[in-house]
């Protein structure tokens, strides 16, 4: 069973980020963003890992996807884009992707790894994580808030028109 | 401390001129040299009186490496000294005589050359040599750069700097390499006098020194940025360049090359000699084919050099003294070509041989100092020229008769082109107008002294040969 | 909430290789997306998309490893990647004011 | 060194007195007066010439004064002393170049009246005797040398004194060059006997020359064909010559000086000096023969067409030293001696003569343009008759001693020779005829307004004639052969320095050679007075010469100034030229450049990869990464 959910949210999670990659309407690939976004959540549930589940829906899913959307609908390009690289660049690109599947396929397969270790029962769990964070990752924790504020500053900044325009 | 101060003077001076600004630089500048050239000649005096090395300082510097701040001068090194202080007050004296722009920086930067290329001829270590013979082209470089005369004067430059500088970086590996050869790091020139070098290591350090000497000199066919930067840089860091800068590689090579490798120098020694002969021939040739009076002079000055290099490839003792003596010689007579071309150029604004004429007969000073600074160079007996020709040549055909023929035929070729010049120049009718005011105050002192000099060297000269005796017999007789 | 909503044997289920499989792909595929697309917000889209393979990943490996510090890990990369993406798509609205597109290969100033 | 004595001090001073009236020039030249200059500048001269008479008187019968003074070059074992050595045959140069010297610079005072340059004209010939007696009384190679070059420098100096004139510093440019490739030659023999005696001073290289030529014949051969070589240059012998005629375009007194008296007999010296040397060098020494045999005959055949008065002197010098060069080549060195002192007196006496008759014409030098001069300069007159029977070698004046001790020493040799020799004799007896006759004899060939115009020279030019015209026609006496029951006191004299000559020829046969040779300059002279004062209708008689076979070879002096020009100094700039456009620029400098352009070109392919597209820089991210990965993996 748990098996069974495992893999469809893989393929899930594949499909739709394969289509994210190929529909023409960037509208359309923000959407399936977000159904993989939605199965890895799935996928981090499977493993056990629920509070990276909700995290990640709440970044991604609340507030990634809509800073996208926004942007979209902040140019104006519900429409199709035409512009498209030639033929042999996307061939070139597509192989590019699968040697590196490859390589990164060879890569792990050569390593090795202990296998044979228990799961952790609870490692995945909110008091878990929020012990290790406000313990061992505090300081790493406040910059994070800086770097947000920095990044809001920056944003600012960046999109003020009368700044650009001196 | 007294070698330490041929290096503070013009060093210090050169910032205090950076500082004072324009109006005193001029004065400075000549009180700064006159004091370098005071220190060495007091110093050439205590040697003769004691005739022992003039030590200067030995500080430790960078330990862990085995370099140190280590100066002193011998006889050698003093005579390279003198050449090199009494050059560069003749470049400050025929300077005067002109406007430049930013006049401070530009007395600071030749104060500055003087006070490097001071640095190389007594440093007794190799690093620290190395250091002051690349330090040597920083102020070159922007002499040239900020007050050089050509319509292509970057691409000039850059040649002029990427040449010598890439030669030079083949002897930093040498000198490198000599350096550790025993496992611990010594760059001491003792340490290096005293290695025992395989034939092959010999072979290839002489090749990594000899390359940077050749272009440094230059001779053929490593010259090719000489004659743009001899006649694009402004008179007096011309005489810079080749009565002092090509000294540097001169001297260098008698004093990093000659002693250390003398393997190599034995079967290498004559093929370089011959070259070097060779270029002799080929700079009179190229002399003799020039239009522009600086440039042709560059070639004369290139033809010289190269009969020095081929009488330190004979390396007997007889050689070396012709060679040594001959780079006296070749600083005050080049100086006194370049400040002929110089006097010339401030008449008419051009160096174009065909635009002179008939000029004698206005400057009358001028056209007989300028006729002994020319038959110095030709080498006419009792001028300075013919000691140091007739020494080289005579050393020269014991030891190889083709590169003395190569060489000697210059001789004759050599009184073409200046008598030609000559000819061209200050005989004849006046055929154009300009201005003709005999020489001056500062230039009829600076011109009756090098045409001095030059009389002077020509008639006694043993004393150079004494100043260096020591020396010369120390590296063939250990 | 009960703890044992998924138990162990559940997570123990699917072989960690193939997690580290499905994240490979995952980042292939966002690699495939961010060569072959000319539009920067796909291309953003993509570099999302490697994030979250490679936040799979750890997760995977802080599970089967019993090692909690990994899942902080993810949690701070997933802090930067909302940084990043918020100052990207600021320089985006900036492109796209100046030169009027999204297109990355109209963006050929980037040499001197 | 050693201590100063009286003698070492007089020396010193001989040569040093004309070059302090060089030095003089710089400190009153402009200011005092022609006059003062002029006595001044001759002042220090004569007394140079009286320190020289007495060395004379101290010289030691069997030996040389030997004075040092300190080294001039060191190094090793490498050693010029700076040295001289006064022997009897340098005192005797010594007061031939002082007194002649001190004569023309006295003649001079009138010569150059009113001239511009007239204290520096006095000024370089006072430098001109400072260095040939430097070449004279040098103990050593390289010291005779930088006297040797010094005298060039100041024929240079001299040739060229009118520097105005584009022509005649070309001269000057022209004589101090083909000197400079005499010198060349002279260098290397310096070079080479420094090599193989490890010395210059004479009297050892004289003790050594022995050992040395046991070791290797050839060496001393080499040594003194080089030497032999250098002379050419200085001494005007073919192939070298070319210069002595151009060089008449210095003032006059000039040529009488240097370029006939002093300076050209410099390459005599020299042999002479070196004799030692070259009695060890029996090729060398038929090469001299050949040598100064066809320049004798080469120069007395262009002089018979020449129309300048100074050019037909100039050949005459050129083909008497190659009459010198003959007899050094025949060993007959006390001949070849005795005629450069004769040479010396009645040559500088002709050229003084052709002087005073410029002065008095104005500067016409062109003997057509003249004639019947005997009247309107008396005194010139007698005295360069004077001088023409010396030279065509009439008894009893100097000129037939000379010439017959010559050709009798030849005659021992190889009565070949001797025809030759006297045959020159009679080229020098019809051109020189031909000279007088038609400057002083016939009818005058000059306008009126001309004529009218020309007058004798001042006294202060005609008491150095009358003093020359004496030594010509005495000079002989100094060395009155045996068969005139002489006792040859000149050669006995030089004996310390050159041995006697071992050619002598019986009486008998002597006196029938003297006989043939006086008949047939007599007959030469009977000829040309016929051809150019009885038919008076010269120059138009000379068509006689041109129909001569080789009239235009003679006329274009064997054309070997177009044939130095075409083979070598057009080449010479040619190929500096063809160097400068296509081995510089084309080659070195492009070879250079071409590392500078090759780092540009590979610098260039590099950009290009920093196109500025995105998507490429992703491309090449990606590549790479996956380019590691894979090493890494495969590793």
């Known amino acids: 069973m748990a098996a069974a959910l495992f893999y469809a949210l893989s393929l899930i999670c594949i499909v739709s980020s394969l289509i994210m990659i190929f529909h023409k309407n960037t509208m359309y690939s923000v959407l399936f963003l977000l159904v993989t976004f939605f199965s890895v959540a799935g996928l981090y549930v499977t493993l056990n890992a629920q509070f990276l589940a909700i995290v990640h829906i709440i970044v991604y899913a609340g507030a990634i996807m809509v800073l996208f959307l926004y942007v979209i609908m902040f140019l104006n390009m519900s429409h199709i884009i035409n512009f498209q690289k030639s033929k042999a660049i996307k061939i070139a690109a597509t192989a590019t992707g699968l040697m590196f599947l490859l390589v990164i396929i060879a890569a792990l397969s050569s390593a090795t790894y202990n296998g044979n270790v228990t799961a952790g029962h609870e490692i995945g769990l909110a008091s878990t994580l929020g012990h290790i964070i406000f313990n061992e990752f505090l300081i790493p924790f406040e910059v994070s808030s800086i770097l947000f504020l920095s990044a809001m500053v920056g944003v600012v900044i960046f999109n003020k028109k009368d700044l650009i325009d001196e | ?478 | 909430m009960n703890e044992t909503l998924i138990t162990p044997d559940l997570v123990m289920a699917v072989p960690l290789e193939h997690y580290i499989a499905v994240s490979a792909i995952l980042f292939s595929i966002g690699i495939i997306g961010v060569l072959m697309r000319r539009n920067l917000i796909v291309m953003f889209l993509s570099i999302e998309l490697m994030l979250n393979s490679v936040n799979l990943l750890a997760v995977a490996f802080s599970i089967y490893h019993n090692d909690s510090n990994a899942q902080a890990f993810v949690f701070f990369i997933m802090v930067v990647a909302a940084a990043e993406i918020a100052v990207g798509l600021a320089m985006l609205v900036m492109i796209y004011r100046n030169i009027r597109t999204i297109d990355i290969d109209a963006l050929k100033q980037l040499k001197w | 060194m050693a201590s100063f004595d009286t003698t070492h001090i007089i020396s010193l001073l001989v040569p040093l007195l004309p070059l302090a009236g060089f030095f003089g020039y710089f400190l009153y030249g402009d200011k005092l007066s022609e006059s003062k200059v002029g006595t001044l500048a001759s002042g220090w001269v004569i007394l140079s010439f009286l320190l020289s008479l007495v060395l004379f008187g101290q010289i030691p019968v069997d030996g040389a004064i030997q004075v040092n003074y300190f080294n001039w070059m060191q190094a090793g074992s490498f050693t010029v002393p700076f040295a001289f050595q006064i022997d009897q045959l340098s005192v005797i140069m010594m007061m031939l170049v002082t007194g002649v010297g001190s004569l023309i610079h006295i003649y001079s005072i009138g010569y150059m009246h009113g001239d511009n340059g007239f204290s520096r004209f006095f000024a370089y010939l006072n430098l001109f005797i400072f260095f040939m007696l430097l070449l004279v009384m040098a103990n050593n190679y390289v010291l005779m040398f930088a006297g040797w070059e010094g005298v060039g420098l100041c024929s240079y100096l001299l040739i060229g004194f009118w520097y105005k004139n584009p022509e005649y510093s070309a001269a000057a440019n022209k004589a101090f060059i083909v000197n400079r490739i005499g010198d060349l030659f002279m260098l290397y023999g310096l070079y080479m006997i420094f090599k193989h005696f490890g010395t210059f001073v004479y009297s050892d290289i004289n003790g050594m020359a022995q050992s040395v030529f046991n070791a290797d014949t050839a060496i001393i051969g080499i040594i003194t064909l080089l030497l032999f070589a250098g002379a050419t240059g200085k001494s005007a012998q073919i192939p070298l010559h070319t210069w002595l005629p151009d060089a008449m375009a210095g003032p006059t007194p000039v040529s009488a000086l240097i370029h006939a008296a002093t300076m050209v007999t410099a390459g005599i010296y020299l042999i002479i000096r070196s004799n030692v040397l070259f009695a060890l060098a029996p090729l060398t020494n038929e090469i001299i023969v050949i040598i100064g045999l066809a320049t004798t005959l080469v120069a007395g055949m262009i002089a018979l067409k020449q129309n300048d008065i100074k050019k037909v002197l100039a050949y005459s010098t050129v083909s008497q030293l190659g009459l010198m060069f003959f007899a050094l080549g025949v060993g007959a060195y006390a001949a070849a001696f005795f005629h450069l002192l004769t040479h010396a007196f009645f040559k500088a006496l002709l050229f003084l003569g052709a002087g005073s008759v410029i002065h008095g014409m104005h500067g016409e030098q062109d003997i057509r343009k003249m004639g019947g001069l005997s009247g309107k300069m008396k005194y010139t007159h007698i005295t360069f008759l004077i001088a023409v029977i010396a030279i065509i070698a009439l008894p009893p004046l100097s000129g037939f001693f000379s010439k017959d001790y010559i050709l009798a020493s030849v005659f021992g040799k190889s009565p070949v020779l001797w025809f030759f020799g006297a045959l020159s004799g009679l080229l020098t007896a019809f051109y020189m005829m031909r000279l007088y006759l038609l400057v002083f004899k016939g009818k005058s060939r000059m306008p009126e307004a001309d004529a009218a115009k020309i007058h004798e020279s001042p006294s202060v030019m005609l008491m150095p004639l009358y003093v020359l015209a004496g030594l010509s026609a005495l000079g002989g006496f100094m060395n009155i052969p045996s068969i005139f029951g002489g006792s040859q006191w000149l050669e006995n004299f030089l004996k310390p320095v050159v041995s006697l000559s071992e050619l002598h020829i019986d009486h008998g046969t002597e006196w029938i050679l003297m006989g043939i040779s006086t008949v047939l300059v007599l007959g030469i002279v009977f000829w040309t007075y016929n051809m150019y004062v009885k038919k008076n209708d010269v120059p138009e008689s000379d068509a006689v010469l041109a129909t001569m076979p080789f009239a235009n070879f003679l006329n274009r002096k064997f054309y070997f100034d177009e044939f130095y020009d075409a083979v070598f100094s057009q080449p010479l700039l040619k190929f500096s030229t063809f160097i400068q456009k296509w081995i510089e620029t084309s080659i070195v400098d492009k070879v250079t450049d071409s590392f500078g352009m090759l780092s540009f070109f590979l610098s260039g392919q590099v950009r290009k990869l920093q196109n500025g597209h995105i998507s490429f820089y992703l491309f090449a991210m990606v590549l790479g990464i996956l380019g590691i990965l894979t090493i890494f993996i495969l590793l």
């Open chain 2, 1 to 478: 401390m007294g070698v330490l101060l041929t290096l503070l003077i013009p060093f210090i001076s050169a910032i205090l001129i950076l500082l004072a600004g324009k109006n005193t630089s001029q004065k400075l500048a000549v009180m700064s040299t006159a004091a370098s050239v005071v220190v060495t000649g007091i110093l050439t005096a205590m040697y003769f009186k004691d005739g022992a090395v003039i030590a200067g300082v030995d500080w430790p510097w960078v330990s862990s490496m085995g370099i140190r701040f280590h100066l002193e001068a011998d006889g050698v090194s003093l005579l390279l000294l003198l050449i090199s202080n009494v050059v560069a007050l003749i470049s400050i004296y025929v300077s005067l005589g002109d406007n430049y722009k930013n006049v401070h920086q530009y007395y600071a930067l030749i104060l500055m050359m003087q006070a490097f290329m001071n640095g190389v001829f007594v440093a007794q270590d190799l690093i620290l040599y190395y250091i002051f013979w690349e330090l040597v082209l920083i102020p070159a470089y922007f002499l040239l750069l900020g007050w050089g005369r050509h319509d292509k004067i970057r691409s000039v430059t850059l040649k002029f700097f990427l040449y010598t500088f890439l030669g030079s970086l083949l002897m930093l590996v040498g000198i490198i390499w000599l350096g550790s050869y025993n496992g611990t790091p010594d760059f001491s020139l003792n340490a290096i006098y005293g290695l025992s070098l395989t034939t092959n290591t010999q072979i290839a350090v002489f090749a990594a020194f000899m390359i940077a000497y050749a272009i440094k000199t230059p001779f053929f066919p490593f010259h090719s940025w000489m004659a743009d930067t001899y006649t694009a840089a402004p008179a007096p860091v011309t005489i810079l360049f080749s009565g002092v800068m090509s000294k540097m590689a001169l001297y260098s090579i008698f004093r990093f090359v000659l002693p250390v490798v003398p393997d190599a120098i034995a079967t290498y020694g004559p093929f370089v000699m011959q070259l070097a002969a060779f270029s002799v021939l080929y700079a009179s040739l190229m002399a003799l084919a020039q239009k522009d009076i600086k440039r042709m002079f560059a070639y004369v000055s290139m033809a010289h050099v190269g009969l020095i290099v081929a009488a330190l490839m004979i390396n007997n003792i007889e050689g070396v003294h012709g060679a040594l003596m001959f780079m006296a010689v070749h600083a005050i007579v080049t100086s006194g070509l370049f400040f002929t071309a110089q006097i010339l150029f401030r008449m008419k604004g051009t160096h174009d041989i065909y635009s002179f004429g008939g000029i004698r007969q206005y400057m009358p000073v001028f056209a007989g100092l300028y006729m002994v600074v020319l038959f110095a160079s030709i080498g006419l007996p009792l001028t300075n020229g013919f000691i140091g020709e007739f020494m080289i040549l005579t050393a020269l055909l014991k030891a190889n008769t083709l590169a003395m023929v190569l060489a000697s035929i210059s001789i004759v070729i050599g009184a073409v082109y200046m008598l030609l010049t000559y000819r061209k120049v200050m005989l004849g009718q006046d055929n154009t107008s300009g201005n003709f005011s005999d020489l001056q105050h500062n230039d009829k002192f600076l011109f009756l002294s090098i045409a001095f000099v030059i009389i002077f060297m020509g008639i006694y000269s043993t004393w150079i040969t004494q100043l260096c005796d020591n020396t010369v017999l120390n590296i063939f007789q250990p």
